[in-house]
Each structure stands twice: as structure tokens, then as C-alpha cells.
């Protein structure tokens, strides 16, 4: 009885083995799968795939007056298949993040400079609020619809965690009103009427 018990178990550990990575660095020549990247032959990587220098500050001379500079597969390939990225948020005075989701992370913000208003919505419609300040961090759960507003006078500038290497992003605002869907489908499903949304439709550049 001991005797096939141990064969098992070395099989499976044999099994594990074998199938086990350290790490799968993204080879961006190919195309991207609901799975990540496939991986990188291991004689090509090199330390540079693990090694990120381009956190840089963002330009904010934009609609929103945000910027976000993100790290995640396309930019920074070690993190392909570990779960993690991160990205950099800067945000000019009046600088907002619209309500947006990222339907496969979750996501974590640390305040590095300024105040910056943040909250989420709950699935049961709960807001929660909050005013962050220099070394204040608050989580977002994954694809709850949330938000960033700089609440100062000067620039604010955070980095941002997410629990996916490609967290994927839509912004509300964008969604409805910057594409070409029709303007009635738009006023009967938000109630809004028709000269808001040809407004919104022409300051976000959608049609229709």
C-alpha cells in the first residue's frame, strides 16, 4: 500500500515540476489572449524585462488635466502572468479621473503629493468617499466604477496598484459619448435630453 502512495506523490511532484515557471516574460510579437502574452524564449530575457524606468510625470494639458503613465504588459513585460502592474497618476489643479472600471483588477492608490478626492461605488449603489492626503492610500474593488478628483491648489500626483498585469480600463464618461452610438438610445437610458448629450457628444467627440 506505502509503495503506490509514494509513486503517486512522486508523479505529482515530477508533474509540478515540469509544468512550473519562474516567470513568463511577455513576448510582445504575439498577439495578446485573454491569458496574457505567451512567453518570451528564455534565452532572450533578459534583466531588462524586469526593470521599468519610464514612471515619468504625465502631460495634463488635456480635457480631464490628468495623466496616467502605466507600466503594465505592453510597456513593462516581466509582469506578464504575475497578477501586478502599477501606473503613475498625475493630476494639474481641477484635474479629474471620470468614473471608470477596470473589469479585471482591482486596484490600490497611495497619495505621493496633493489631496485628492477618490471614491467607488458599490454594486448596492453605496458611495464610499473619501479626502486622501500625502501618504494616504485607499482600494478600489475590481470593476466597481470609481473616480479621482485633485481637491487642491496644486498639482497632486499618485501611483496606482493594480492585481492584474492588464487591468483593462472604460471610462463612463467616454463610453456613452464618445463613440457613435445614436443620441435617442443615449437620452431614453440615462434620461438626459437631447441638447445634454449632443453637448457631451461634442465636447468628447462622438457622433450620432
Known amino acids: 500500500m506505502i509503495l503506490p502512495i509514494f509513486f503517486m506523490f512522486s508523479f505529482l511532484l515530477s508533474s509540478s515540476s515540469c509544468n512550473a515557471l519562474d516567470f513568463c516574460v511577455a513576448d510582445l510579437k504575439t498577439p ?6 505567451s512567453c518570451k524564449k528564455l534565452e532572450l ?3 531588462d524585462d524586469f526593470v521599468f524606468s519610464g514612471l515619468h510625470a504625465g502631460n495634463t494639458s488635456n480635457l480631464i488635466k490628468a495623466a496616467v503613465t502605466p507600466a503594465f504588459t ?3 513585460p516581466g509582469v506578464n502572468g ?3 502592474s502599477i501606473a503613475r497618476l498625475d493630476l494639474a489643479v481641477g484635474g479629474v479621473v471620470p468614473m471608470h472600471t477596470h473589469p479585471d483588477s482591482s486596484e ?3 497619495v505621493i503629493q496633493g489631496i485628492i478626492d477618490a471614491g467607488f461605488v ?3 449603489n453605496k458611495v464610499y468617499f473619501k479626502t486622501l492626503k500625502t501618504g494616504d492610500i485607499m482600494v478600489f474593488p475590481q470593476g466597481l466604477l470609481h473616480f479621482q478628483i485633485n481637491a487642491g491648489t496644486t498639482p497632486a500626483l499618485a501611483y496606482v496598484s493594480f492585481s492584474s498585469p492588464s487591468p483593462g480600463v472604460q471610462i463612463l464618461d467616454f463610453a456613452l459619448f464618445g463613440n457613435d452610438l ?5 437620452e431614453e437610458t440615462t434620461f438626459l435630453d437631447d441638447a445634454q448629450v449632443k453637448k457631451l457628444k461634442g465636447v468628447l ?4
Open 182 to 186: 445614436p443620441s435617442n438610445i443615449i
Open 45 to 47: 530575457v533578459t534583466v
Open 122 to 124: 458599490s454594486s448596492a
Open 32 to 37: 495578446q489572449g485573454l491569458a496574457g502574452y
Open 82 to 84: 504575475l497578477g501586478i
Open 108 to 110: 490600490i492608490i497611495v
Open 74 to 76: 505592453a510597456q513593462f
Open 205 to 208: 467627440g462622438g457622433t450620432g
